[in-house]
Structures are given as C-alpha cells and as structure tokens.
C-alpha cells in the first residue's frame, strides 16, 4: 500500500467498520440518507485536507485529483467509488475550488460561497437540490481549509514587524516564510491572503507583497527590489566562500600528491575568488546600511503620523474643553458652591448648638467628687487591711458598739435631712439673685 493509503485508514474518521460505506458508491444517500451521505462526504474531505498538509502530495495547499482514486485504491474494498461526488459535494460547499479560476478571479471566493451555502440549504431542505451528479476526475483543486490555516500561520508570524520587515519579494517570503510551500502553493496563498482576507498586498507583476497593508506602495517596490538583491548577494557570497574552501582543499590535495602545477592553479583561483568575495561582502554590507538608513526613515514617518494624529486629537479635545475662560468659569463656580457648603455647615452647626453648658459642668463636678470619695474609701479600706489585728471582744460589748454605731447613723441621716431641705428652701433665692445678676449683665 501507498503511503498516503497507509495515511488515510490510520486517520480517526476512517475506521475499519466504516471503510465498506466509504469504498462503496454512496451517491444514493444524498437522497434516501442524507445525513450518512453528509458523514462520508464529510470524512473524505477531512482526510484528504489532511494528507494535502501533512506532505502526503507535491503541493501542500492544492490536490491532485487525477491519479487520486489509485493512490487510494484498498486491497479489499478497491477503488473508492464515491470519491469524486464528494469532491463534487465539497465544491458546492465552497471547500474545493479550481486552481484556475482561483487565481484569476478578481471577486473573492467567499462572495459565492456564502449565498450558494444558504441557496443550497433551501433548495435541499424543500427537495428541489440531490446530491451531486457530475464527480470531479481530474484537474488540481484548492483547498480551502488548508489555505485558510497557512494564512493564519504567515499572519502570525508578521505580527510585530515593521513594515521594512513586513515587506517582500515573492522569493524572499518563500525563503523565509513559507519554505514548505511549492511555488503554486505561494500564489494561492498570496492571491488568498489578499483578495478575500485583505491580510497583505501583493503585486504579482513586480513580485511585491506587504503584509498587513492593502496597498503596494513605491516605496515598498524600492524596499523590495534592497531586500531582493541583498538575498542575491548573500547567496552569492555562500557560493564564494563554498569556491574558497573547495580552492583550498583541492591545493592541499596537490601538495600531498606532489603537483606543484596544479597546486599553483588552485591558489590562483583561490585568490581571484576571494578577491570576488571581498567584493560581495563590501556591497553586502552597504545594501544593509542603505535597509538600515530606510528603515529608520520609515520610523520616523510613523512617528510623525502619530505625532500628528496625537496633535488633531488634543486639539479636538482642547475644543470641546472650551480654551482658558471656560476653565475659569468652571473653576470659579466650584469655589462659589464650596463657599456656600460651607456657609451651610456653619449654620447647621450653629442650630444644633442647644446643650445647656451649665448643667454639664455641674454633671461634670458631681462625677469629679463622686471619683473623689471612691479614692477616699478605697485608702480607708487599704488602711485599715494594714492595721494590726484585735482580739475579738466578747459578744455583748460588739452588740452595744453596733447599737451606738446605728444611733450614729441615725443621727448623721437626719443632720443630712435638715441640711437638705434648708437648700431646697434656699434654691428660689438663689436662683432669683442669678437672675437679676443676669439682667444687670445684659442691661
């Protein structure tokens, strides 16, 4: 078996209870099972997508479809007899195009396959669209799935460059980029990434392309011609040094083999090509700096459009900000407003002013003595802990000294009550002399 056979019946959709219906001609599902029809279609287009970019075929992005029913032919089940009607199918679908019209067509591929895909789904939903009728046998095809995936890759990889960088000739991009990829390959992707995805520009007669612009410039065309004939010289200078080493041994050859003459012949062609590298190198290096000198231009250009777009965008902004006199206004009436917060504190705090300081202070005076006589009772109590202790009298005399000690209370009491109701009596006349004190302060 063929190698892309061996490729194809190791591939998940191609499993060995499958391989009867994949073989066989399934044509007939498109209308008694459409949905078997759509699997194997389906299978056959992922497979093949596959082997095109795993390097099952010459190209990576366009099938060859004239040999393909031998290279897939299965010992047991033959030729695979369905295989162009899912191409056919795939074609309808916008998965598979032409290599031709793919190249020559200026309206993107897309255009269609988005209308077609929403006309085929009524038409087959209504009844009035089968499977296809006519296989595709031969002729190369684009595939679209693998397109799209290289495209992605090469988008990729020019993200972050400058546009000095992000500027190609069509060999120097194959070289560098896309070094997997046949030249038909390169165009397709070329023509892909710039009619339908709007990704680069590319001019295929001069062999420019600029990804991430939509537009060739002069410039461009100036830096791609630099970068073009730097790629000539760097090759030309590895041909050299390649001549120098292959001069050399073959001199040291002579003189071991004791040919003076043809040793003689070897050195001189040593030097003529040293001579032709040291050539090659000098000019090497001055494309180089001319590149260098560019792309610093180019810098500077970038820069100055964004100074330029910065200075449009704050002189927008300075508009609508309304110049100086507006900031004036604006700033004056923030500090006539927070005057007038202000105000309205003050006179808030002033209303809510009513706690009668006096009562306060006297409150304040009470809990001042009330501390007091705490520290007083608490040195008695600490004193009288320090005393010595006294032998315990006998009961009667601690029953007299209890009954003179409440006499005494009784007695201190009442003092305390006359005491009491004689300021009670003195309070009006006190507070009547307050009063007058009072009017005479004010009068």
Aim: aromatic letters at 4%; hydrophobic letters at 40%; charged letters at 30%.
């Amino acid at each position: 078996m063929s190698e892309l056979l061996n490729f194809v019946l190791a591939h998940p959709q191609f499993r060995e209870a499958r391989l009867p219906s994949l073989y066989s001609d399934f044509s007939h599902l498109g209308t008694l099972n459409p949905t078997g029809f759509t699997a194997n279609t389906l299978a056959w287009t992922t497979v093949l997508s596959s082997s095109l970019a795993a390097g099952h075929f010459p190209d990576r992005l366009i099938l060859p479809v004239s040999q393909l029913t031998t290279l897939l032919s299965h010992p047991t089940f033959g030729r695979p007899l369905a295989l162009g009607i899912a191409l056919a199918e795939a074609q309808h679908a916008g998965t598979l195009y032409p290599l031709a019209p793919f190249l020559s067509s200026p309206t993107s591929i897309y255009h269609w396959t988005y209308l077609g895909s929403l006309f085929s789904w009524g038409l087959t939903k209504t009844g009035l669209r089968g499977p296809p009728t006519k296989p595709i046998t031969e002729g190369r095809w684009v595939m679209i799935e693998c397109v799209e995936k290289a495209a992605e890759i090469v988008a990729e990889a020019m993200r972050g460059r400058d546009r000095v960088d992000r500027v190609m000739t069509v060999d120097l991009f194959r070289e560098e980029v896309a070094s997997d990829l046949s030249v038909d390959d390169v165009r397709v992707l070329l023509k892909f990434m710039s009619r339908d995805k709007g990704m680069a520009a590319w001019d295929d007669q001069k062999g420019v392309v600029v990804f991430g612009e939509t537009v060739v410039g002069e410039s461009d065309v100036a830096v791609a011609g630099l970068k073009g004939t730097l790629l000539g010289i760097r090759r030309r200078v590895e041909e050299l040094e390649e001549d120098v080493e292959k001069c050399t041994e073959t001199a040291k050859q002579a003189v071991d083999r004791a040919n003076k003459v043809k040793a003689m012949a070897a050195l001189r062609s040593r030097k003529t090509v040293e001579r032709a590298l040291e050539e090659k190198t000098k000019a090497m290096v001055t494309v180089e700096d001319v590149l260098a000198g560019l792309r610093s231009a180019q810098d500077n250009v970038e820069l100055v459009e964004v100074l330029e777009r910065s200075g449009k965008a704050m002189a927008g902004l300075n508009k609508e900000l309304g110049g100086v006199e507006r900031v004036d206004r604006v700033m004056e009436g923030l500090r006539e407003e927070r005057e007038n917060v202000e105000e309205v504190n003050r006179v808030l705090a002033q209303a809510g002013d009513t706690v009668d300081e006096e009562s306060v202070e006297e409150e304040l005076e009470a809990m001042l003595e009330d501390v007091k006589e705490e520290e007083a009772a608490e040195k008695r109590r600490k004193a009288l802990e320090e005393m010595p202790s006294v032998p315990k009298k006998p009961t009667k005399e601690r029953d007299l000294e209890r009954e003179l000690s409440d006499s005494l209370e009784g007695m201190t009491l009442g003092s305390l009550k006359v005491e009491e109701k004689a300021e009670e009596e003195a309070e009006p006349e006190k507070e009547k002399e307050q009063g007058q004190e009072r009017e005479k302060e004010y009068a």
